[in-house]
């Protein structure tokens, strides 16, 4: 009867600071102060057990420097808090398998065997699986954001993201973990989500672009001389620097004169008078709250000997002096981890409201006077395609034709959005010289895992038009990969092997593309070899994708900088520009020399003087079933076709005079000798022409025509 009415009662009413003063205790291997545990040492950690107490809190996120009793006091109380009267499904995520490991064994097991009531919720047997723990009413488990599968698999009302800066972003193509685990609880009316974490670069930073989405809560705290309120930063610590030559980091400073200084009455506060203060402190919000909590605290809050105000001074002593010298990897330590702010990187990238104040007046889908071939690029989302189009020029100059999206199914090659993509792929562009262009190349990435087959089946009949299947390199690991390099074969041929002419796919050297477009390109503003242009009347987002990834070290590799994504912004029309890019160096762009534009150029003069003048069409007269538009259509396609006839029968002595023969599509480069002087790349990612060569070594045409199935060979001229 006892345990039948123990079943029945009503589960107990009790905030996690209260369970935690009441039954919490802290083991001798997981802290400095074992024993009962003592809200009163990390006075802040009680407002944040509030906002995860509260049923109108659907996220809570702190953004914290270290020493601030995140794990321990929030974390670690929470989790005690509902397996023991409130159990319900948690699921906590790690960057790292490894991490979690670590946290289980040196954080979780140990509060687990100081914690009575814990002890006997969860038994012995739990330890036989590290990552999954049960108990009556739930479970727990570990997982790390190297393993999608772990965090897809299992919904729950309770999630925690430990560390959001350092977890993966799109594991195997998957997406982003962190998104994977939100979706977890949206199934359960009462959920919570969990972030905390240590701020890391400026722009990229997840936890911080958290903090800023919530209602942004700071810890006031009063001045112990003249009562004012403030928050604690690190611009108000003074110290004294004695009249004596350095002769190491702290020849002039003084350490233990390390104070606080209260702005309003300047009075300096020790490290006690500091304590004390913070003992008094309460949190207060600069942002309207929206179902989200949101909090700032950093290391001068911490009331531990590791942190007091001279040990501080130390640390940043040390940073600066190492940023004198070059290094600003202790600068970036301390402003994430000792200020918990994110830390900025200098960067000359112009913002996307300059760049909008140089776009042209030109139409959306027309070509200017210096384009003269056109490459598209395609990034195939699971609702929608997003397309660049590009004019190049000379020197590789050049203008974007259009920028937009195409809504719809993208699971079968011949349906939804694909319909429109090829309808838009293959229209006519109408140059400014009065001719048409058709785009030359395209490169479609379709390398999310869940769309590779349908990309391959759409662009496989299309090759012959030089569309290619593509998928960007890995940047952290690959940055040195070629913008344009030789493709894999991907169809199986006979005996085992890849058919010579089945698809290609290519790999795209995405850190050297951004590296030519936002480092070089960008900041370009004179027309002439390099530049970008835009129409005026671009789609308003695509100055913020454009500039949506900032250079800064890698999650992977702390000593290498990589381009990284800013969180909450979107990057498809700087991954389609990369795209486009790839297209124009199938076309060797960056390879042509003068000669080469100016024959695509004279064929483009030939037709404009040949096409006729274009007229006002009269009214349609349905009337008439000669007349209907399926017919007028029929007559205006047969007289382009009439058209391109007489522009293809052009005199030798025409192409002779207007120099090498002419195409829309780039010629092949001319052989040189030996001891032909070098060409080189400038800074602008084109090639400059090197000196004239005495002669050129001439070969033989092939009678077979010219590779690439369309346009002419360079070796035939004469």
């Known amino acids: ?75 670690l109380n929470y989790l005690g808090k509902r397996i023991d009267v409130d159990p319900a499904p948690m699921i906590v995520m790690f960057a790292k398998e490894k991490s979690a490991q670590e946290f289980n064994a040196e954080k979780f097991e140990p509060m687990v065997e100081a914690t009575v009531v814990l002890q006997k919720k969860l038994p012995p047997k739990s330890k036989a699986r590290w990552e999954f723990k049960d108990f009556p009413g739930g479970f727990l488990k570990f997982v790390g954001s190297n ?63 958290s903090y800023l989405a919530g209602d942004q809560r700071k810890f006031w705290v009063p001045c112990p001389h003249c009562g004012e309120e403030q928050v604690l930063a690190w611009e108000q610590v003074r110290w004294v620097e004695r009249d004596v030559p350095p002769h190491e980091i702290f020849g002039r400073i003084d350490l233990a004169s390390a104070r606080y200084h209260c702005p309003h009455c300047d009075a300096l506060w020790t490290d006690a008078e500091k304590n004390r203060a913070v003992r008094r402190g309460v949190w207060r919000a600069s942002a309207q709250f929206q179902g989200m909590a949101s909090f700032y605290i950093n290391e001068l809050y911490s009331p531990f000997p590791g942190s007091v105000m001279s040990e501080l001074l130390k640390k940043r002593l040390i940073a600066e002096h190492a940023l004198a010298l070059g290094d600003d990897t202790k600068m970036r330590s301390f402003r994430n981890n000792t200020e918990g702010l994110p830390y900025a990187y200098k960067s000359d990238l112009p913002d996307g409201d300059d760049l909008k104040l140089r776009a042209e007046d030109y139409a959306e889908f027309t070509v200017p006077a210096g384009g003269l071939l056109m490459t598209a690029g395609v990034d195939v989302q699971h609702d929608r395609l997003a397309i660049i189009i590009r004019a190049w020029g000379r020197g590789e100059e050049s203008w974007l034709v259009y920028w937009g999206e195409i809504y719809g199914s993208t699971l079968q090659p011949k349906a939804g959005a694909w319909l429109d993509l090829d309808a838009l792929l293959t229209r006519e562009y109408r140059h400014a010289s009065g001719a048409v262009l058709r785009i030359n190349a395209v490169s479609i990435d379709g390398s999310d895992g869940n769309r590779t087959e349908i990309v391959h089946a759409f662009v496989r009949p299309r090759r012959g038009h030089r569309y290619m299947a593509i998928k960007g390199a890995a940047e952290a690991s690959d940055d040195k990969k070629e913008i344009f390099s030789t493709p894999r074969r991907v169809d199986p041929g006979k005996a085992g092997k890849m058919a010579k002419k089945g698809l290609e ?139 391109e006839g007489r522009a293809d029968q052009v005199q030798p002595e025409q192409v002779r005079a207007a120099g090498p023969p002419a195409s829309s599509d780039p ?41 690439g199935g369309g346009g002419f060979s360079a070796r035939s001229w004469g």
């Open 147 to 209: 393993s999608p599968a772990s965090v897809k698999s299992t919904p729950a009302p309770v999630v925690c993201v430990e560390e959001p800066d350092d977890c993966n972003e799109n594991v195997r193509e998957q997406g982003d973990t962190i998104t994977l685990l939100k979706e977890r609880t949206k199934t359960f009316p009462r959920r919570k989500v969990i972030f905390g974490g240590t701020p890391t670069i400026e722009g990229v930073s997840r936890i911080w672009a």
């Open 505 to 643: 796919t290519y790999i795209v050297g995405t850190a050297r593309a951004k590296d030519l477009i936002l480092d070089t390109r960008l900041k370009i503003e004179k027309a002439g070899a390099g530049c970008l242009h835009w129409y005026r009347g671009v789609r308003p987002d695509y100055w913020e994708q454009l500039t949506s990834e900032v250079k800064a070290p890698s999650r992977i590799n702390r000593n290498r900088l990589t381009w990284q994504k800013k969180a909450g912004v979107r990057n498809e029309a700087l991954d389609c520009e990369v795209y486009a890019l790839h297209a124009a160096r199938r076309l060797k762009t960056n390879l042509m020399q003068p000669g080469h534009w100016d024959a695509i150029e004279a064929r483009l003069r030939q037709r404009s003087l040949i096409a006729e003048p274009e007229q006002e069409e009269a009214p349609v007269d349905l009337s008439d079933d000669d007349e209907t538009p399926e017919a007028l259509d029929q007559e205006r396609a047969e007289q382009e076709q009439a058209d």
């Open 667 to 707: 010629p092949e480069l001319l052989e040189q000798q030996d001891n032909e002087p070098a060409e080189s790349h400038d800074d602008a990612g084109f090639l400059t022409p090197a000196p004239a060569a005495p002669r050129v070594v001439r070969r033989k045409v092939r009678k077979s025509g010219p590779r």
């Open 1 to 75: 009867m006892r345990r039948v009415l123990a079943q029945l009662e009503p589960p107990v009413k009790m905030g996690t600071t209260v369970w935690a003063k009441d039954r919490r205790k802290l083991s001798a291997k997981g802290s400095a102060l074992p024993g009962d545990y003592n809200p009163d040492i990390t006075p802040w950690v009680a407002g944040i057990h509030d906002a995860l107490d509260d049923p109108a809190v659907v996220e809570v996120s702190c953004a914290k420097s270290a020493q601030v009793a995140w794990t321990d006091g929030v974390i």
